[in-house]
């Protein structure tokens, strides 16, 4: 212990009767200390400078008195008193230097600057917190609060515009000078406002933050009152807004979840909301100049300059409009998201049926026509909306008048102008703002009202709105609103100019033809907005899901002007939760679902898949979809086929040869006759007669923690089901030999005999069989097992296996339905990494793309034991329409070059994943071929990370990438999305997975040990 904390410890169980081990926290000009004190209890010792100001602390103390009295359940530390009830006794230091000194409660949680993820959720418990504190301290009164010339009181912060000659960029003078601008106009109507005590500091270092992995985050502190002050509420919640936004992703979300849950706690009005955008921005500025004046004072010290980044990468990035936010801020607090929007509402209501027709006639019983996301395929490549398809949309509502509804979610604007970050399933804006009508090109429409021109062009962009007209009205009490017309013969541009009169009911447009209207089917599309804040250049049609609450209070409804009820326009998709409701009425509960909050998924191209909303997700574990969701091959063959017939095998067919030959052009010589069944687990059953009529005997040896299907006895063979809690135990046919996993088992990659020590393994269990008279009809195995957990074999394993298996007189039987068709890149089957030649292989999953298809191949001599004069049918397998699919399936691989894709992709997985194994302490291996990956996640001790498996596939899925986990202990994230993945969904997984790994926290892990082969200095024998 160093002199000075002997000396504080000394004192501390002086003043406070504590004994404590004290450790120094970081402080600029005060010595604080934690104390560790042998009561169990960590509290923090607080050493003021010395001529530190009595009223300051004293302010300090009161103010949390007040809060504990006015809110008790708020985390603000408590004070204590030292043995003769002094709250902030005086004594002198080492130096014999006066210094006063209290005792806090020290509150868990770590500081909201390194709590990741900074979740809206948490965000929003923060603004409670905080609009709370504000509640409890509107009555507290205190001298201290009056400070003046305090440089950090936002109504005071006019000062820096004098010091802004110390900023030597001239963009980014020109940028504060913006923002002093912007005070200064509010400085009146904020000095008009009421002043309050306020903490006048919720930095991110203030803000403590309780909770690990999936745990969910509170707000556990709120700490360092050392800058209270009186100043309008409404500072302190853009102080604390000033730190939210710095490096969030979605700023503006976390801005308007902070506002919400202050409003929650403490309801604002809609003029304080009005400020807090300007006053943000101020905070950040002031905080830019006070810290380049200081670097002014001290150049040596370079920490003065990083900590201004975050703060000038938000000021000089962000392109907010502050009229939008403050809509978007508003409306996050349910206040009228423009003023007089009640009335503009109400105007509306009122002369609903009133207006004119904008078409010349009544609208009441048009029909709707939906292009939502679950009733409608345009386009066919959500990515993509070629001009073919867009002039098509909706032809199947026919040729005349029709609806299209508001609050759509349509996957039709496909471009990546929709997309709001980098990745194909980014965020993305689907949910239509507007009403469509459908009519004939030319059709002339009338204004539902008066107003004037206030936008006239022709934005001639493909899939843009081509020609567009924006008109002002008002409502009688000069409520100020707009009416959007998009798709307009272009025409109007030359007849009308901003500012033009449009009468009521005046013929003012017409229609324009898909070569005029962006390349649209002619219709309107027919919007209403309340502002055009922010929206001038880029007037957004289409909304993001996840941001209704604003776009439906700035562009509501417009069914009042068409003359139409509100509920015919209005669209809603299918409600999740009712169907999940529904589902656990229904359905069994074993009938598992994935995700905390499940998923619900309507449509799928390629490698991505969408929900009801149109959220894009990227899909990065299905391997049923080999050659892509809604492949449009195996569309048109199923539907072929549907046209013409759909039978089974004891007719003839050549589409059953043709998809047998295509098979077993893929086969080892020696296999050469073909089952067809429905399922992977109808294909196992299967390969278990053939395997017993072969040879007579019973007995199966099996890889532990494997799965091979469903049924009674696909489900004893794998020992991943039997072995569970609640399981039926082990058959006592079968006999399990420990998984070839050279991670984790028995035998490491260190052992160059690892793969012959493993198939040893099977003698004993041959022994066992034959003692119970089983005798061995064969070995069944996953060729790398994948439920088992990713799992490569050392090469060679098999091959001796079988050796020892065939010398047994069993079969050989290779489960391929998760490994085999291309997927491993390198190999089109898994044995063939293995140089072994199974006696039957085993297919299922990806075979059928979906359709339900399962095949084994074996040999002429195990197919001739097994024709014992009993017919094999099985009624769906091999019906026409499965061996079409199936072949179909197979060309695809091949014509698509998807095996040669596998291997590319998983190359650029494999490095990407192998740099964050080396960044990333709980990444304990990663591990796969082509794109059958894991990526084994590992406690501090080296222990399977469960937890952090399960955390870290949620968070993918919050990013909109779904992946699996598997092993005994579910603790590897398994990604084996379909082969049609391309560069940029690779990158997209890693960058996702390097940002939701750095949330799980940094460590060292110890190096894995099973305590039997240890090595010397593992550390943990
Ligand atoms: C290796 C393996 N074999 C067999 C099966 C069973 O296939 P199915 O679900 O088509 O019956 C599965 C399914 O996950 C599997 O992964």
């Known amino acids: 212990m160093d002199d000075l904390s002997a000396f504080w410890t000394a004192a501390l169980r002086r003043l406070w009767g504590l004994d404590a081990r004290l450790t120094r926290l970081d402080g ?48 603000f530390p408590k004070v204590f008193p030292d043995l003769t009830g002094a709250m902030l006794p005086e004594i002198a230091d080492s130096e014999g230097q006066r210094r006063l000194v209290w005792l806090l409660e020290c509150l868990p949680g770590r500081c909201y600057a390194k709590a990741a993820p900074k979740s809206e959720e948490l965000i929003l418990k ?18 201290g ?20 000659n110390a900023i030597s960029d001239p963009a980014r003078r020109a940028l504060l000078t913006e923002i002093c601008e912007g005070f200064a106009a509010i400085a009146d109507v904020l000095a008009d406002l009421p002043k309050q005590a306020i903490h006048n500091d919720a930095n991110d270092y203030n803000i403590l933050v309780e909770g690990e992995l999936s745990e969910r985050r509170r707000i556990s502190g709120l700490i360092d009152l050392g800058d209270m002050c009186a100043a309008p509420r409404i500072c302190d919640l853009a102080i604390a807004g000033a730190y939210v936004v710095l490096d969030h992703p979605k700023p503006e979300r976390a801005l308007a979840a902070l506002v919400k849950g202050y409003h929650a706690a403490n309801r604002l009005r809609a003029d304080e909301v009005d400020l807090i955008w300007p006053l943000l921005k101020m905070r950040l500025a002031v905080s830019v100049v006070n810290s380049t004046l200081m670097a002014a004072e001290n150049p040596d010290d370079p920490y003065v300059t990083i900590s201004q980044a975050p703060a000038w990468r938000f000021l000089e990035n962000t392109s907010v409009n502050g009229g939008l936010m403050s809509a978007r801020l508003r409306a996050a607090c349910g206040l009228p998201v423009v003023d007089g ?111 004037r021109v206030e936008v006239v062009e022709n934005r001639d962009q493909h899939l843009d709105y081509g020609g567009v007209i924006i008109l002002h009205h008002e409502t009688p009490e000069g409520d100020p609103f707009y009416t959007l017309y998009g798709h307009l013969d272009p025409e109007c541009c030359d007849r009308l100019k901003p500012g033009d009169p449009v009468a009521q009911g005046a013929a003012f447009a017409r229609l324009g033809d898909a070569g005029q209207n962006g390349g649209w089917a002619p219709h309107v599309h027919f919007q209403l907005a309340l502002t055009t804040d922010g929206m001038e250049a880029d007037w ?27 509920d015919k326009v209005f669209y809603h998709p299918t409600d999740k939760a009712d169907i999940l409701h529904k589902r656990r009425a229904h359905f069994g509960g074993n009938l598992s679902l994935t995700y905390d909050d499940p998923v619900m998924l309507v449509r799928g191209w390629k490698h991505h898949l969408f929900d009801e909303w149109g959220r894009p997700y990227l899909d990065a574990y299905n391997n049923v979809p080999h050659v892509g969701h809604a492949h449009p091959r195996i569309q048109a063959v199923a539907a072929d086929q549907l046209k013409r017939m759909n039978s089974n095998t004891r007719y003839l067919h050549p589409a059953q040869v043709e998809f047998a030959d295509k098979i077993l052009s893929k086969m080892p010589d020696q296999l050469q006759v073909c089952f067809f069944v429905n399922s992977g687990t109808e294909a196992n059953e299967l390969a278990l007669r053939l395997a017993r009529a072969h040879t007579g005997a019973k007995g199966i040896v099996t890889p532990d923690h494997g799965y091979h299907g469903n049924t009674n006895a696909a489900v004893a063979i794998s020992a991943y089901k ?61 060729t790398f097992p994948s439920v088992g957990g990713q799992i490569i074999p050392p090469k060679g394993y098999l091959p001796a296996v079988y050796e020892k298996i065939r010398a047994a007189g069993g079969v050989c039987i290779a489960d391929e339905v998760q490994t085999g068709l ?60 499965s061996c079409r699919i199936g072949k179909e399936v197979l060309d695809i691989v091949d014509d698509e070059g998807l095996q040669d894709n596998a291997r590319r992709m998983g190359e650029r997985l494999m490095a990407g994943l192998r740099q964050i194994e080396a960044d990333f302490g709980c990444v304990g291996d990663v591990r796969g071929m082509g794109l059958f990956l894991g990526v084994e996640l590992i406690n501090p001790d080296g222990s399977e990370g469960t937890e952090i498996c399960s955390y870290v596939k949620n968070r993918m899925r919050d990013h909109r990438i779904l992946i699996g986990s598997e092993g005994p202990k579910d603790n590897i994230l398994k990604i084996r999305p379909p082969l049609t993945i391309e560069a940029e969904d690779v990158d997209m997984i890693l960058w996702a997975l390097r940002d939701v790994l750095s949330e799980v926290g940094d460590f060292t892990p110890a190096p894995v040990c099973d305590h039997d082969h240890h090595h010397a200095g593992c550390g943990c024998c």
């Open 28 to 75: 600029e000009y005060d010595l604080n200390f934690l104390v560790h004190a042998t009561n169990g209890q960590d509290y923090v010792l607080k050493v003021m400078r010395a001529s530190c100001d009595a009223d300051l602390v004293d302010l300090q103390i009161k103010a949390l008195a007040h809060i504990a009295s006015e809110a008790p359940g708020l985390p």
């Open 126 to 143: 923060l603004g409670r917190v905080l609009g709370a504190t504000d509640r409890a301290l509107e009555g507290f009164e205190h001298e």
């Open 145 to 164: 609060l009056h400070r003046t010339g305090f440089k950090w009181d936002l109504m005071q912060a006019g000062w820096i515009a004098d010091k802004l």
């Open 341 to 451: 929007a009640e009335r503009i509402h109400t105007y509306l209501q009122e002369h609903r049926g009133h207006f004119a027709d904008m078409f010349g006639q009544d609208l009441g019983d048009v029909p709707m026509g939906s292009l939502s996301v679950e009733n409608c395929v345009w386009p066919q490549d959500p990515f993509h909306m070629p001009l073919a398809e867009a002039a098509r949309v909706g032809e199947e509502y026919g040729q005349d008048l029709w609806l299209g509804y508001y609050n759509e979610p349509r996957l039709i604007y496909a471009e990546p102008g929709f997309r709001k970050g980098p990745w194909k399933a980014s965020d993305r804006r689907t949910v239509h703002l507007a009403v469509d009508v459908f009519a004939p090109a030319g059709t002339v429409l009338h204004a539902p009202m008066s107003g």
């Open 540 to 566: 957004p049609g289409v909304g993001d899901p996840d941001e209704l609450e604003l776009w439906h209070a700035v562009c509501p409804n417009p069914a009042a002007l068409l003359n139409l009820p509100d």
């Open 722 to 782: 039997f072995n569970k809690p609640g399981g039926i135990g082990k058959a006592d046919w079968v006999e399990l030999v420990e998984v070839a996993d050279d991670y984790r088992g028995s035998f490491r990659r260190d052992d160059a005999d690892r793969a012959q020590k493993f198939a040893d393994l099977v003698d004993p269990a041959i022994a066992a069989l034959r003692d119970r008279g089983q005798g061995v009809a064969g070995f069944i195995a996953e």
């Open 822 to 881: 291309g997927r491993l890149g390198e190999y089109y089957f898994g044995f063939e990494h293995q140089g072994a030649v199974p006696d039957i292989v085993v297919m299922g999953k990806p075979i059928g793309n979906g359709h339900p298809l399962g095949v084994l191949v074996t040999t002429r001599e195990i197919a001739d034991s097994f024709n014992n004069g009993i017919e094999f049918f099985s009624t769906f397998g091999g019906s026409t329409l």
